[in-house]
C-alpha cells in the first residue's frame, strides 16, 4: 500500500470549505463530562493550520455507539465547548450542529466565513455511516470542497466519514495521520536494528496477522501476556488453569518453527506471577513455565522473565509493543509490563507503542513522555502492523 499521500500542506484551503474527520471518542464521566481530552488535544495542529490558511471547517466525528439513533448521551456537544477553550477564536464559539447532514448543518456550512470552526453532531446517528452508505457519503462531501481525514484510531474501518466522502472530494491527511504513517512506516521498513517486537494481550488469535508479518521483519519477537500462555503449552510447558486457545496450539507450533527457519528469536517468559483466582488481591506466586501447578493461572511474567525480556528491549534499536505483559490493571500483577516499560523508556531505541491497552498502560505506569511515538489507533495500528490496507488512508490522494 502506499503511504505516500497528500497533506494539508499542500493544498490551497484559503476560503473553501473544508470536511475534517477527526477522533473526538473521548472518555466522560457519568455527567458528559470529558475526562480526557488527549484526542481533542492532538486535533489541534491540523485545525490551526487549515484555520491560519483562512479555510471554513467543518469538523466530525463519532462518539461512543449510538447504534444509528440521534441519542443525546452521545452529543458532541461536550466536545465543541472544549474546542472553544482550546482553540481560543478571539471569543469565537465553535458552534455545534443540530443534526449532521440535515437543514442546520447546512446552513451552518454556508454561513461559515474564512478561519471560522463548526462540529457536525454524532456521524453515528445515522446507521448509514457505519455502512458507507453511497447517499449518506455523497451528503457528507456536499459540505465542502475538500476532504482531510485526520482520524487515524477510525482509519481501519470503511465508514462514510472515514473513506466514502473521498469519493466525491479532494483528499488529503491531516498531521495526526501523516505522523502515524511515517513513524509507524518508517519503523517498519527501515529499523534502526535489532528490531524487537514485543507483542502481549489475551489472544492469539488477535495478533496471528501481526505476528505472520513481523517474522519477515524482526530481529527478536517477545510474547508476553495472556497469549503467552498458548504458545508455552505449544512448546510442551505446563499451563495450569491459565488461558489458552487450544484451536490456536498448531499454529503456535507452526510459529515457532518459521521463527527458528527464518533466525528470529521467539522469547517466552521462563516463568510467570500466578494465582488462584483472576482477583488484584489474590495470592501470588511464581512458577516456571514448565510447571505451572493445577488451580494456578498466569497473570504476569516472572522474574526471570522480566530480566530478560528488559534486556532485550535495553539494547534494541527499534522496538514495536503491543499488549500488556500481564493484568497491569493489578499493581500485583503489573510489574512484567512496568519493568519492560521502564527498560525501554531507559533505551536508546526508536519506541512505537501501538495504541489501546500498551498505550493505556505506559500512560498510567508513567512512561508515556519518554517513548518516541504512541500510536492514537489500537485496532488501526495492529491492522497497520500485520501490513494490511486501512481504508481511511488507502482513499487519500497520492502525492
Partial sequence: MNYNKMT??????????????????VPQDKDGAITDDKRIRESLPTIRQLIGQGARVILCSHLGRPKGEFNMKYSLAPVAARLTELLDLQGQAVELAADV??????????????????????????????????GFSKSLALLAEIYVNDAFGTAHRAHASTAGAA?????????????????????????????????????VSDKIGVINH?????????????????????????IGASRCEDDRLDYARDMLVKAREKGVKLMLPEDNMCAREFKADAEARVFSSTGIEDGWMGLDIGPEAIKRFSEAVSSAGTVIWNGPMGVFEFDRFAEGTRSVARALADSAAVSIIGGGDSAAAVEQLGFAAKMTHISTGGGASLEFLEGLELPGIACLNDR
Fill in 8 to 25: 494539508v500542506t499542500d493544498i490551497n484551503a484559503a476560503g473553501k470549505r473544508v470536511l475534517v474527520r477527526c477522533d473526538f471518542n
Fill in 101 to 134: 447532514i440535515g437543514p442546520d448543518a447546512t446552513a451552518k456550512a454556508a454561513a461559515l466565513k474564512d478561519g471560522q470552526v463548526m462540529l457536525l453532531e454524532n456521524v453515528r446517528f445515522h446507521k448509514e455511516e457505519e455502512q458507507n452508505d453511497p
Fill in 167 to 203: 469519493n466525491y472530494l479532494p483528499a488529503v491527511c491531516g498531521f495526526l495521520i501523516k505522523k502515524e504513517i511515517d513513524i509507524m512506516g518508517g519503523a517498519l521498513q527501515n529499523p534502526k536494528r535489532p528490531f524487537v517486537a514485543v507483542l502481549g494481550g489475551a489472544k
Fill in 214 to 238: 513481523l517474522l519477515d521483519m524482526v530481529d527478536t519477537i517477545i510474547i508476553g501476556g495472556a497469549m503467552a500462555y498458548t504458545f508455552i503449552k505449544a512448546d510442551n510447558g505446563t
